[in-house]
């Protein structure tokens, strides 16, 4: 219940159920009307509510002039129902892709519902003011959400809100006066090559988990697309891996590369089964828990490379390792980078794009001559003959069979 320290008339303060308080006093129409003090100190809100209370004659003043100027047919304000808000923006044809479209329908559906519940006497989008705009987003962050969070959601409404305006006359968008929080993220490291040899190393004899680490720093591929890489995507014949990338599918990406000579030699050791995973036990542990899998890589990885939050900074809800299987991706990029790879290049191979790679994915510096030797191909395929002649000085007897046998069999 509102507790009143001043004359009638010049409004009052009071507390919420999550402890913020608010402003409250009717202007001079006699509408009433808030505002937060954006603090939970009786003393500070005291404070407060008497600065705020100075502009309230001058505030109340201006609205008056602006009433009789819309009655006047001076001033003319469009009304847009909350349920029309997104066909609106739809009509406005934004060329933005079709998950960040998704992600603006989930963030301004989320806020409708928040204004129907919290302020039912609203019925157009344009009567949305920066007092409200700031209150949504106060509550919004009082339930844990992360900055990043915050920042596409105000993100998806400024975007929104932008593209009606001129239509609905929106002046100012409310959301605009919203802080943007900042994001201090913790941010990926790439592993360096020492650590990538010994993490390698410490696989003994688990074929499987050795391949994944290999797809990972050698060929730069995302956790999902190496776990469930399947053999229609592998040539052993030509030595090439082409994929479409999981996070990218809607977009048509493909991802094209040469196969490195060790990474040929563990994939020619496996029973390649037509149509099956190349990974079974990895593909099976992914699908079926996928959260086990993540840990236990954590663990194997964290072994070379302890995960210390290089900057002492985290997530509200939840903190990201410094390194972990992404690592070796970043490892893949960075190494190529530094050694002068055309950035067009490492995005065929990744199927990602230059932007991205050079925002995300170039960390730090590795020892010149890495990606030698972390791309070192395998001589051209074809004839068979003088590929298993340029192999013959390295590989043993038996992965020469091997290959034979393979060769053999899919030319039937």
């Known amino acids: 219940m509102a507790t009143k320290r001043r004359s009638k008339g010049t409004g009052c303060i009071s507390k919420t159920s999550g402890g913020i308080y608010y402003f409250y006093w009717s202007d001079a129409n006699g509408k009433r009307k808030k505002k937060t003090l954006r603090t939970r100190n009786r003393s500070e809100a005291l404070e407060r509510a008497a600065d705020f209370e100075k502009g309230i ?22 009304q847009l129902p909350f349920d029309n808000v997104w066909n609106e923006y739809l009509a406005t044809r934004p060329t933005c892709a079709t998950g960040t479209k998704e992600n603006h329908l989930r963030h301004l559906t989320r806020f409708i519902n928040w204004v ?24 919004l962050w009082n339930t844990g959400i992360s900055a990043a969070t915050q920042i596409y959601h105000r993100a998806s409404l400024l975007a929104i809100t932008n593209a009606i305006g001129r239509k609905f006359r929106i002046e100012r968008n409310p959301f605009q006066s919203v802080e943007r929080k900042k994001d201090e993220q913790q941010t990926r490291q790439a592993l360096t090559t020492g650590q990538i040899n010994e993490l390698l ?48 599918r809607r977009q048509n990406k493909i991802a094209e590369l040469e196969i490195k000579i060790d990474l040929l030699r563990a994939l020619c050791n496996l029973d390649a089964k037509p149509g099956g995973y190349v990974l079974p036990g990895i593909a099976e542990q992914y699908q079926n828990n996928y959260t086990s899998l993540k840990k236990s890589l954590l663990k194997i990885i964290a072994t070379v490379a302890p995960n210390h939050n290089h900057n ?77 002649k340029k192999l013959a000085d390295t590989l043993p007897i038996n992965e020469i069979k091997n290959i034979l046998n393979y060769i053999s069999a899919s030319q039937g």
């Open 116 to 139: 129907k519940s919290n302020h039912a006497n609203l019925t157009s989008f344009t009567q949305i003011d920066d007092d409200l705009a700031i209150d949504y987003f106060d509550e």
């Open 201 to 248: 190393e410490n696989t003994g004899t688990d074929a499987e988990l050795y391949i994944l680490l290999m797809l990972g720093a050698y060929a730069g591929m995302r956790l999902k697309d190496a776990a469930l890489l399947q053999w229609q995507d592998v040539d052993l014949k030509s030595q090439t891996i082409k994929y479409r990338p999981y996070k990218t």
């Open 312 to 388: 002492g900074a985290m997530q509200r809800v939840q903190t990201r390792t410094a390194t972990g299987y992404h690592g070796l991706r970043h490892y893949f990029c960075t190494t190529c980078a530094n050694n002068g790879t055309p950035l067009a290049k490492v995005a065929a191979w990744t199927g990602d794009q230059m932007k991205t790679l050079g925002k995300y994915y170039i960390r730090g510096e590795n020892s010149k001559g890495a990606i030698e030797k972390a791309l070192q191909i395998a001589a051209p395929a074809e004839p068979e003959r003088d590929q298993l």
């Open 57 to 78: 004659t001058a505030k109340d003043r201006a609205d008056v002039i602006h009433e009789a100027a819309k009655a006047r047919g001076i001033i003319n304000e469009r």
